[in-house]
């Protein structure tokens, strides 16, 4: 296993790393660049099908379930379809909805967490069209569907899913277009376009990973902190959760991501100089509201991490430090604010001197309810 890791000292470092190729795996077969198509063949979707659809229903658990919420933004703002994101292990003891035309779509890496499955099954029972996205091929969540989209991106060790949350990202978003396409609601201009920027998302990612000596520097700041706050909105508030939730499972410090609109209702209490504030701020249409929560936050005594675009001098003023990443269209980026949090949670659990591949309690994949 030794071998495997290659130059990195843990798995999660070795997959935060791949996240080059794992993007470029991802998008391989799926995008004609020069035609501006999307192309999901395992899917099975036909334009007949994509008009019918009236809801979709995203179940799944832990960091997928966050891709979903980046899903739902996709999806709703591309295609104009309502998405409902649903924790599994709820979804099937609460009755759901589900018509004719409605898809239950689950998202996977393991294919085998067992309230996923279970989530499937329930819409199964009450004829849902039912799609996954999923990483272990031929594993359940891929076989019991009506279609899939496979992630691509090879086996992922470390408990602390990361290329695999960057992918469904990207396959998400490749279903928002294919869908759009196929109902006929997307002007092609708009749908090349979408397709284009897809292009630069492995080298951006790269860029990304070319920040870890400030991130490591800002990891070693933030070792001893007992709690600490994730503050996102809009289509980087799923990634306020990620966030926080790769900083618990591997450093077992307290983390709380947070929609940040809503830290005047509550969290607001906790901040002091000892509660680091992580602030997504990168270029994207809530900037402004996260920047003034960024105010806010300093000035109430708090300690603001930001993740900010490369350049933005106004961000750089108002926060402590920052997480740079490249600019982008605002739609694709949360598949690069989350890659410094990864980072950033890694190196203060390794700083900790932590199991980070196999933090206590915690399996890769839940096959149990
Ligand atoms: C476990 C893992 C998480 C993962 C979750 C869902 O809790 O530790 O990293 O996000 O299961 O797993 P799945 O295989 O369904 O994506």
């Known amino acids: 296993i030794a071998a495997e890791k290659g130059e990195y000292r843990h798995f999660m470092q070795k997959e935060i790393h791949e996240q080059v190729r794992s993007l470029t ?18 899917l099975k979707l036909t334009a007949e099908t994509a008009r019918k659809i009236n809801k979709i ?15 739902k933004i996709y999806i709703e703002k591309i295609a104009r379809i309502p998405v409902e994101v649903d924790i599994a292990s709820e979804f099937r003891y609460r009755d759901p909805i589900i018509q004719p035309g409605t898809v239950v779509l689950s998202i996977s890496q393991s294919g085998e967490t067992a309230d996923t499955l279970a989530a499937m099954e329930e819409g199964r029972q009450k004829g849902a069209i039912l799609w996954s996205i999923v990483n272990a091929i031929g594993s359940q969540a891929m076989r019991v569907a009506d279609g ?16 695999a949350f960057t992918a469904p990202l990207v396959d998400l978003y490749m279903l928002a277009v294919l869908l759009a396409d196929l109902r006929g609601t997307l002007p092609v201009e708009q749908r090349k376009k979408l397709v284009n920027d897809l292009r630069m998302i492995p080298d951006l990612a790269g860029k990304c990973l070319e920040h870890e000596p400030e991130v490591m520097s800002i990891a070693r700041d933030m070792k001893d902190a007992r709690d600490a706050l994730y503050l996102g909105r809009g289509i980087n508030m799923p990634i306020a959760y990620e966030g926080a939730l790769k900083l618990k499972e591997i450093s077992y410090i307290h983390a709380e991501g947070y929609p940040a609109g809503e830290m005047k209702h509550g969290p607001i209490a906790l901040i002091d100089k000892d509660m680091p504030v992580i602030a997504l701020a990168p270029n994207d249409p809530w900037y402004e509201k996260m920047a003034s929560q960024i105010e806010q936050a300093k000035a109430r005594g708090g300690k603001v991490i930001a993740v900010a675009t490369e350049g933005d001098k106004n961000v750089e003023h108002l926060a402590d430090s ?5 600019s982008i269209p605002w739609m694709l980026s949360p598949v690069l604010t989350v890659i410094p949090l990864q980072m950033l949670a890694y190196h203060i659990a390794s700083i900790r001197g932590l199991d980070v591949d196999q933090p206590r309690n915690l399996a890769k994949s839940v096959t149990v309810e």
């Open 148 to 163: 899939y989209i496979s992630m691509q991106v090879g086996p992922e060790i470390g408990v602390a899913s990361t290329k």
């Open 322 to 326: 920052c997480l740079w990443v490249p």
């Open 57 to 71: 229903i995203i179940t799944a658990c832990g960091t997928a379930q966050h891709a979903g919420l980046v899903g």
């Open 25 to 42: 795996d991802t998008l391989a077969g799926r995008v004609d660049f020069d035609k501006g198509l999307i192309q999901l063949p395992q």
